[in-house]
């Protein structure tokens, strides 16, 4: 479980977040919504250690996740998958695979065996370049990546972004299959809120820094308020 | 004895070998740190040149070759760590021109240091095998015991880097944290601790090309023994692309042997002429290298 208590982030004298709040369940994928420029990437990049909070406090289960570094929070098991993905174009998809598996010291060859399972095309190019698979595929890439390290927390920095409206079904329906049959916790930041909502147990609204709604995901899906000013699900 | 292997275009390509694969390593050198960091190391030539000193320091004591050899390496190992460390970690991600400053400065302090304690005095270095060449039917051939050795070493460290880059979790990490440092982090990889670990494995390529070079050009060692051997490594880099390394090992060993045709055929000052005009034309042609791949270059 991760728990956000009081996060104020700031790029100089801009403040990204402001006292976000929230609490990501075991087993549970909370959706973090919101518009452009609304915090959500920096959100994630502050939980990995790649942005330090200028107060508050993150917490894996009882561990302070504050002050450490992005390396060590990898190896608490705390995979992220960033926004744009950050495959290794000049890696092959095996070796962007192994990777991924070095520092979870798990069993490399069934880990493959297990993520080409999952995701049977990078199992069918494992030798090619991740710079010559499609949009789809370096995401499937990315996520088997993080997955393949038996991460307890997975953050997902804008999954569908620039995806086909299939592959994004895929894609969903994967996330919430894995949920479903392991403990892991899903952070899953996303501007298509419709996608996100749809398999979300609980979901945050970020507006300008600011936690706006903080509630199940049904519940935040039924408001008109916050679908129409803050997710643009305009009917 | 076939006369062809005593004959002048042998001599010449041998000998051009012999040179080119000290360009080679140099240039393979600044590909491992231009590759890690986005650096070019000017002080590449004097830091292995400080840690060859340092290693032949034990012959005062007695000690043979291959104990100075290997207190070579850990000289090397632990100056460029400490390099890497102290130095060059606070210059990632500053304006390009500050590392070139820096350490081009850092070029000058070591070779003045280096005078200042050993002197700039040749200081002849032993020889595991004799320079003498061999002789084919009266007449003298190009290679010796010691140019195969050259030759043999250089190799070896050139499969050692090829063999670690490719077919290790190390050379993985290695080449990850240069490609992608910030995605390497977030899979758990001690990025910080892999680009001391480039430097300190590029000094050491360094210094096994200083302790080739003093002993073989008969000059011996001295502050400045890297200096146009760098130069010449460097140009080799740029032809072969600096994200090349195997660009820049072949571009080094060509251009030995082009020096060596230009020396023989034309004049010796006109080396440095024709090799920069060689420069010039292939980065005319591909700016990039003319072995790497991507139009691309990381500035």
């Known amino acids: ?235 | 004895m076939d006369p062809f292997l005593t004959s002048r275009i042998v001599t010449d390509v041998l000998g051009g070998l012999t040179n080119g694969v000290t360009y080679g390593l140099v240039a393979l050198s600044l590909v491992l740190i231009w590759r890690s960091t986005g650096i070019l190391n000017f002080a590449q030539g004097a830091m292995p040149m400080f840690a060859t000193y340092v290693g032949f320091a034990l012959l005062s004591y007695h000690f043979g070759y291959w104990p100075c050899v290997v207190a070579c390496v850990i000289a090397a190992l632990l100056i460029g760590g400490l390099t890497e460390r102290l130095l060059v970690r606070r210059l990632y991600g500053k304006p390009e021109i500050n590392p070139i400053v820096v350490m081009v400065g850092f070029l000058i302090v070591l070779e003045a240091v280096a005078a200042a304690i050993w002197s700039s005095t040749p200081r002849s270095l032993p020889s595991p095998f004799s320079s003498i060449h061999w002789q084919l039917a009266g007449k003298p051939f190009a290679l010796s015991p010691f140019i195969v050795y050259e030759f043999a070493t250089a190799l070896v460290v050139m499969a050692a880097v090829a063999v670690l880059f490719r077919f290790t979790n190390l050379g993985l990490q290695l080449r990850a944290s240069a490609l992608a440092p910030e995605v390497s982090r977030l899979l758990g990889v001690r990025v910080g601790r892999l680009l001391t670990l480039g430097w300190m494995l590029s000094t050491v390529v360094g210094v096994i090309t200083t302790i080739l070079v003093s002993a073989n050009f008969f000059s011996g060692l001295t502050p400045t023994v890297m200096d146009g051997i760098f130069a010449y490594g460097f140009i080799a880099a740029a032809i072969g692309g600096l994200e090349s390394p195997v660009g820049a090992i072949v571009a080094g060993v060509l251009l030995g042997v082009v020096n060596q045709f230009v020396t023989d055929y034309v004049n010796q000052n006109a080396v440095i002429i024709i090799a920069l005009a060689i420069l010039i034309v292939s980065l005319m042609i591909r700016p990039s290298g003319v072995f790497t791949k991507s139009a691309l270059r990381r500035v």
């Open chain 1, 1 to 235: 479980m991760i728990t956000i208590e009081g996060l104020t982030v700031s790029f100089g004298a801009v403040q990204a977040l402001r006292n976000v709040s929230l609490v990501a369940e075991t087993g549970k994928i909370t959706a973090v919504l919101g518009a452009n420029g609304a915090g959500k990437t920096t959100l994630l990049r502050t939980i990995s250690g790649l942005k330090e909070p200028k107060t508050g406090t993150i917490r894996l289960d009882d561990q302070s996740l504050v002050h450490k570094r992005t390396e060590d929070i990898a190896r608490l098991g705390i995979g992220h998958v960033p926004e744009g993905r950050g495959v290794i174009g000049e890696f092959t998809v095996e070796e962007n695979l192994r990777l991924g598996a070095m520092m979870a010291k798990v069993n490399l060859s069934r880990g493959l065996d297990e993520q080409y399972e999952l995701f049977p095309v990078l199992g069918e190019r494992r030798k090619q370049h991740a710079a010559k698979l499609s949009g789809g595929e370096r995401q499937m890439l990315a996520m088997a990546r993080a997955l393949i390290a038996k991460p307890s927390v997975l953050l997902l920095d804008e999954p569908s972004l620039g995806l086909a409206p299939l592959v994004t079904a895929q894609l969903m329906h994967t996330i919430q299959s894995l949920c479903e049959t392991s403990d892991l916790t899903v952070i899953l930041v996303e501007q298509n809120a419709t996608s996100a909502l749809r398999i979300a147990h609980h979901a945050v609204v970020l507006h300008v820094g600011k936690v706006v709604a903080n509630d199940t995901a049904s519940l935040v899906a039924a408001d008109e308020n916050l679908r129409q000013y803050y997710l643009g699900l305009v009917e």
